[in-house]
């Protein structure tokens, strides 16, 4: 094992290199290039790549968690589930291909699972039982995962090719004026307010899991 290398100085590193080089280029061998070391170091604490992504990927969903947890004394379901919306949002967009490289990711840290339980009895308290919980949850993950994605797509080109302009060429916009008025209105706008619209949809069926009994919608 060699001196001085610990699982946190790995993950920091490799955060250096996804942010770098991407998802492609987060490789072994160029964490270990970064680090100084040789490749079999790395083995005595990460197996291979996914094991790594999923220590990546706890930091960042802990992280997550714990600003989208601080709005549940004072708010209401809503405000709470808006919040970690934004959260995962921020955090997906923290890193280079962060909404590819986290999504799905397997939590190593039980800890962060069993924080889960206050949430899940504050969650209760306002209509939603464990189960419609786990799908508001997951309704909300699936939208701000696939945003992330769209968005860092774009923002990360190369080139123009997410460009209005172009975009209006290949459409034909005079003759095809709808298809190109679509285009305008998802990409020339700013990503936050096409983000803060769709959620605000989200949020309008996630209200339909709320049980009855729960307190007045907010």
Partial sequence: MTKGLTRETIVDAAFGVLDDRGMEGLTVRALAERLGVKAPALYWHVRDKQEL????????WTGIARVSSEVRADG????ALAQ???AARHGLLAH??????FSGTYLTDPEVLRDQEAGLAWMES???????????????????????????????????RYSI??????VGSESHPRVAASGRSMFARDPETVF?????????????LRSESGPAAG
């Fill in 126 to 160: 306002q209509g939603f039982p464990v189960r419609a919980t786990a799908d508001a949850y997951a309704i909300i993950t699936g939208f701000v995962v696939g945003h992330c994605i769209e968005e860092q797509a774009r923002s990360q080109s190369t080139d123009d």
């Fill in 53 to 60: 992504l999923d220590e990546m990927g706890t930091r960042v």
């Fill in 196 to 208: 803060e619209a769709h959620l605000a949809v989200v949020l309008d069926g996630v209200a339909g």
């Fill in 96 to 101: 280079r291909d962060g909404a590819r490289a």
């Fill in 84 to 86: 970690y919306a934004r």
């Fill in 165 to 170: 302009a172009v975009r209006d060429e290949r």
């Fill in 76 to 79: 209401d379901w809503r405000g």
